[in-house]
């Protein structure tokens, strides 16, 4: 099938209607993936942590010795842990659901008569999409239309050279499979490498070539980040520790006490008490709900990892048109013929017509239905201005595109025109390479140079414009080959986006440095930096200059240079390296296919979902759905957010098992009676779990999480600060819980009074170690102004069980406690209480000095 012009400009396309309809009688253009874990999977997950099995064990020795009710409720708890898993790993799973949506590559349809971007997984039979330059083809696809359309196959052939597309007729008698060039069908997952087209699907979802080959393309990877691996290493080692300390406790018990059943309780016990076993929970439900909460900021993660490094990036380098602008053109001033003519000034006068051939140049070399911002603003103008005179040609075909190119910033098109012999060509691009397609002298050159400077200087882009006339059938291979005679230039407005100011400011308070990279002109690059707020607009480094530098010299300028201007998409890559090589964390922004190697690079690779090309976005680590540079911001402040939550809940995890640990082996080494059995550690597990997964992971930022410098990349999550804090605050715990334990003894109460006033203990001190967690800055009562309604739930669940296991006599059995009195729980609570106050001073006095406790 081939279209005219005529018919091309006509397409309707679907309506929402019949499209909504397909999408529920074919489903989703996806392929089959992973599928959901199932809750028989997640059970059978839960049976193999060492968890599960002592819980097992322990239950089996009660059997054994003879206590059928503790073991049934010991075996209970089990069903109580799958609950909690179960409700965990559903949160997580429906989090990357959501991200999976997001990352769904994107289309450009016709729908009902317009131009609509969506998911790619919304696509449907008969559809009509709009291909360009850098696009992941959604599905298997007739051309229908094209220029100059190339395909990279290589995903289905293995050939990696790109083949060519073209519209046919009679395209019923092909076979439709990929390979091959001059054939009209296009397939799932290839990449458009040049070129424009409309094509219209036959084939979507597990139909598609690709779904009949079976490959599932992920796009958000499964990968195991650095903290994974350093909370693997430490799991590791403290599960060895609590086996070792395990089969010591057995012997001590079995060899002093002579028995040996209940030595194996205690052993089991203290195993229990010392398994981190949280440390991965947390860090999968972290690192996946914080994807999940950064999402929300209008910024979609690719990779975990970028999580993790979002809080040390000292350096963001950003495009400025759509990121620091509004990518929002309109034409406000108009140059030829040695006269200045401003837009703005004039918009209610008619057009001079000394400029009518400036505009309708300007309006030939773009594409009749625009995409590019820049000429969507030349065909506005023209359409105002131009209307009713000889100077709008809907009618000349069209013939060939000479593309812009690294070696010619500039573009040409030919046009067949009816009234006259040969073709009509127009150009426009960057001045210096229309002045260079015009074969203009050096002095020429310079005196356009002098009005293109005067015009970029108000911050303005500016756009040279020619013309040439060719009667020769045969064009020629290079548009330097026409004889072009210059026009005049056209200069472009995009105001700068009204968040920015705000957000530099708060990313030089945070101790990150941005950086504008752009294509534009050095002089208007200054006057949108200084707009912005950008530090030291006054030197610039050009493109040109990036070439000449060495190496050493390089590392030097881009240490205090801010502004790169006339920069080519490949000269990001030698800057991300440079910055790289010079210590820096560098987030970078880009769009275009030849942006890919920098975004790879980057630490953080930064593509634009709205004007960004499928190979950025595959490139890139994070993507920007809004394309605005305050979304990056609030990406960072989040990704230090959790980074800061999650050494909090790592704090907590630590310091929690001390005094469970410690009150379990105490009564061992001392021959006390024994205060903790399987059962109250099951009972602690379960505030512990809750505890550190929602509400850490739920809690608000601190107060100056931009006012204080990036974090290093190197600082570990267990820094030796922050393991000595977290160990004394676990350690002063224990004394408290070992003191209460010893008077009640010593004061005469029995064995079943002295467990249940230090149980009491041991849960106040825990919640203490929670609330005193949730900041290391401010104070428990500063903290209570936070709002989280996770805390709320988990303490009040913890208190009310507590109140149940104590004064209901079949739970007070089970539990071996006894009944105590309301002055017993009020001094449980002051020890509690008491078990933390140090650190709350320690909080104050590091306030006082400017110091940071979470700093390693």
């Known amino acids: 099938m081939i279209l005219s012009e005529n018919e091309l400009k006509n397409l309707t396309g679907l309506s929402e209607k019949e499209a909504s309809e397909k999408l529920k009688k074919e489903g989703y253009n996806e392929l089959p993936s992973s599928k959901r874990r199932s809750v028989f999977a997640i059970i059978f997950e839960v049976f193999k942590e060492p968890m599960f099995l002592l819980l097992v064990a322990s239950g089996t020795i009660y059997l054994v010795l003879g206590d059928?009710?503790?073991?049934?409720?010991?075996?209970?708890?089990?069903?109580?842990?799958?609950?909690?898993?179960?409700?965990?790993?559903?949160?997580?799973?429906?989090?990357?659901?959501?991200?999976?949506?997001?990352?769904?590559?994107?289309?450009?349809?016709?729908?009902?008569?317009?131009?609509?971007?969506?998911a790619g997984r919304e696509v449907v039979r008969e559809d009509l999409i709009i291909l360009s330059e850098g696009d992941r083809i959604p599905a298997d696809a007739e051309m229908i239309w094209g220029l100059n359309l190339t395909v990279d196959e290589s995903l289905l052939t293995g050939e990696s050279v790109s083949v060519r597309k073209m519209a046919q007729k009679n395209s019923e008698k092909l076979e439709r499979k990929p390979g091959g060039d001059d054939l009209p069908f296009l397939f799932s997952g290839s990449l458009v490498v040049q070129g424009q087209g409309v094509a219209k699907v036959f084939s979507a979802g597990v139909q598609t070539e690709m779904g009949k080959i079976g490959k599932a393309i992920s796009s958000i990877e499964k990968e195991e980040t650095l903290l994974q691996k350093e909370t693997g290493r430490l799991v590791k080692g403290i599960f060895l520790a609590a086996i070792l300390l395990c089969l010591v406790i057995v012997l001590i018990y079995g060899i002093s006490r002579n028995d040996w059943l209940k030595g194996i309780l205690s052993g089991i016990t203290l195993a229990m008490?010392?398994?981190?076993?949280?440390?991965?929970?947390?860090?999968?439900?972290?690192?996946?709900?914080?994807?999940?909460?950064?999402?929300?900021?209008?910024?979609?993660?690719?990779?975990?990892?970028?999580?993790?490094?979002?809080?040390?990036?000292?350096?963001?380098?950003?495009?400025?048109?759509?990121?620091?602008?509004?990518?929002?053109?309109?034409?406000?001033?108009?140059?030829?013929?040695?006269?200045?003519?401003?837009?703005?000034?004039?918009?209610?006068?008619?057009?001079?017509?000394?400029?009518?051939?400036?505009?309708?140049?300007?309006?030939?070399?773009?594409?009749?239905?625009?995409?590019?911002?820049?000429?969507?603003?030349?065909?506005?103008?023209?359409?105002?201005?131009?209307?009713?005179?000889?100077?709008?040609?809907?009618?000349?075909?069209?013939?060939?595109?000479?593309?812009?190119?690294?070696?010619?910033?500039?573009l040409s098109h030919v046009w067949r025109c009816p009234d006259k012999e040969g073709y009509v060509v127009s150009a426009k691009g960057a001045p210096e390479a229309i002045a260079d397609l015009c074969h203009m002298s050096a002095s020429e050159k310079q005196?356009?140079?002098?009005?293109?400077?005067?015009?970029?200087?108000?911050?303005?882009?500016?756009?040279?414009?020619?013309?040439?006339?060719?009667?020769?059938?045969?064009?020629p291979k290079s548009q330097h080959d026409f004889d072009f005679q210059f026009i005049g230039l056209v200069a472009l407005a995009d105001p700068i986006r009204k968040t920015v100011p705000a957000a530099i400011k708060e990313c030089y308070q945070a101790g990150i440095r941005v950086v504008m990279i752009t294509g534009d002109y050095p002089v208007t690059a200054q006057n949108i930096a200084k707009q912005i707020g950008l530090a030291n607009p006054e030197i610039v480094v050009t493109g040109e200059e990036l070439t000449k530098m060495s190496g050493e010299d390089l590392k030097k300028w881009v240490q205090k240079t801010n502004i790169f201007a006339r920069v080519v998409p490949e000269q990001k890559l030698l800057l991300v390296k440079t910055l790289k090589e010079n210590g820096e964390i560098v987030g970078m922004t880009g769009d275009g296919v030849n942006d890919?190697?920098?975004?790879?690079?980057?630490?953080?690779?930064?593509?634009?979902?709205?004007?960004?090309t499928d190979v950025a976005r595959e490139s890139s680590h994070l993507v920007?759905?809004?394309?605005?540079?305050?979304?990056?911001?609030?990406?960072?402040?989040?990704?230090?957010?959790?980074?800061?939550n999650l050494k909090k809940a790592m704090a907590y995890i630590i310091s929690v098992h001390v005094p469970i640990a410690g009150i379990s082996l105490l009564p061992v080494i001392f021959g006390w009676p024994i205060v903790l059995y399987p059962v109250h550690i099951v009972f602690l597990e379960l505030i512990i779990d809750p505890a550190c997964s929602v509400i850490f992971e739920a809690e608000n930022e601190e107060k100056n999480i931009m006012t204080r410098p990036p974090r290093k990349q190197s600082e570990p999550l267990f820094g030796k600060r922050m393991i000595l804090l977290s160990l004394l605050q676990g350690f002063f715990a224990l004394i408290m819980v070992a003191f209460v334990y010893q008077a009640s003894l010593r004061l005469g109460q029995s064995e079943g009074e002295a467990r249940t006033i230090t149980f009491i203990t041991l849960i106040i001190s825990n919640i203490c170690l929670i609330l005193a967690n949730r900041s290391w800055r401010e104070s428990i009562f500063a903290s209570f102004k936070k709002r989280n309604p996770a805390l709320i739930w988990v303490i009040g669940a913890t208190l009310l069980f507590l109140g149940l296991i104590i004064y209901v006599p079949f739970l007070e059995g089970l539990f071996h406690f006894s009944f105590i009195h309301p002055i017993d729980i009020?001094?449980?609570?002051?020890?509690?209480?008491?078990?933390?106050?140090?650190?709350?001073?320690?909080?104050?006095?590091?306030r006082r000095k400017g110091e940071e406790l979470l700093k390693n």
């Open 826 to 846: 009020l001094a449980s609570l002051i020890a509690g209480i008491a078990s933390v106050a140090w650190f709350e001073l320690l909080k104050i006095m590091a």
């Open 68 to 118: 059928f009710q503790e073991a049934m409720m010991l075996l209970g708890f089990v069903f109580v842990i799958m609950g909690i898993t179960i409700y965990q790993e559903s949160k997580t799973e429906k989090a990357l659901e959501a991200l999976k949506d997001l990352s769904s590559p994107r289309a450009l349809v016709i729908r009902d008569g317009e131009q609509k971007r969506i």
């Open 447 to 475: 005196g356009i140079y002098r009005h293109v400077q005067t015009m970029a200087s108000e911050g303005l882009r500016v756009l040279g414009v020619a013309r040439a006339v060719f009667k020769k059938e045969n064009l």
């Open 624 to 644: 920007l759905l809004d394309d605005d540079f305050t979304s990056i911001v609030s990406a960072v402040r989040m990704g230090r957010r959790i980074f800061d």
């Open 273 to 410: 008490a010392m398994l981190p076993e949280e440390f991965p929970v947390v860090l999968t439900v972290f690192l996946a709900l914080g994807a999940w909460r950064i999402s929300k900021k209008k910024v979609l993660t690719r990779r975990i990892s970028a999580i993790e490094t979002l809080g040390a990036s000292t350096v963001l380098c950003t495009d400025k048109t759509g990121t620091l602008t509004q990518n929002k053109m309109t034409i406000r001033k108009l140059f030829c013929l040695d006269e200045f003519y401003d837009i703005l000034e004039n918009k209610r006068s008619g057009l001079p017509e000394k400029f009518h051939e400036l505009v309708e140049y300007g309006i030939l070399a773009s594409k009749k239905d625009p995409f590019d911002p820049m000429e969507k603003a030349l065909r506005e103008l023209g359409y105002k201005t131009l209307v009713n005179t000889e100077h709008l040609h809907e009618d000349w075909p069209f013939v060939e595109e000479y593309p812009l190119s690294r070696e010619i910033l500039a």
């Open 596 to 612: 890919a190697p920098a975004l790879k690079a980057a630490h953080i690779g930064i593509a634009m979902g709205e004007r960004g």
